[in-house]
């Protein structure tokens, strides 16, 4: 739902390709279109079926993530919370492409004259999604209750 709003707003409020500064050589809100996948990858392929395979792609992975959500045992919360996070940023970028045939970005980083492609909050939903399971992969097991096994 802000994922949706803020492109609504950004669409509403900033013409497409153009910028407004909100803190200087930092960072920008800047309206551009993704027709690619994450980082704007095959954005340059041209192909009257792009949208489809990337519609048909995502419904896919949607399915396979509430797959896995429903067999993840209820005390694995960082993989629980992670996959929510990554099955909210899908449907989103999903939501985009169903109705724009791409995804609308907007958050714009700068950092040292260094530019990191602009992204969206369901693709920031997707990457913190991402790290909660990688960290669950170091986190080590939780030890037993040792006063559960008294008899």
Known sequence: MVDQYTKFMVSLHIPLNYSIKVVEDFFN????????????LFAGQQSEYK??????????AIIAILVIFH?????????????ILIFSGAIGN???????????????????????PAFNVADSCITIGVALMVADLFR?????????NIL
């Open 51 to 60: 949208v489809l395979m990337f519609i048909a792609i995502s419904t896919i």
């Open 94 to 116: 999903l939501i985009d492409r169903t109705l724009h045939g791409e995804v609308i970005d907007f958050v714009d980083f700068f950092i040292n004259g260094h530019h990191f």
């Open 140 to 148: 080590g097991e939780p030890r037993p209750d040792s006063s559960a």
């Open 29 to 40: 809100l800047t309206h551009i279109r993704n027709s690619g996948v994450a980082f704007g």
């Open 71 to 83: 067999q993840t045992p209820k005390e694995k919360k960082l993989v629980q919370t992670g996959l």
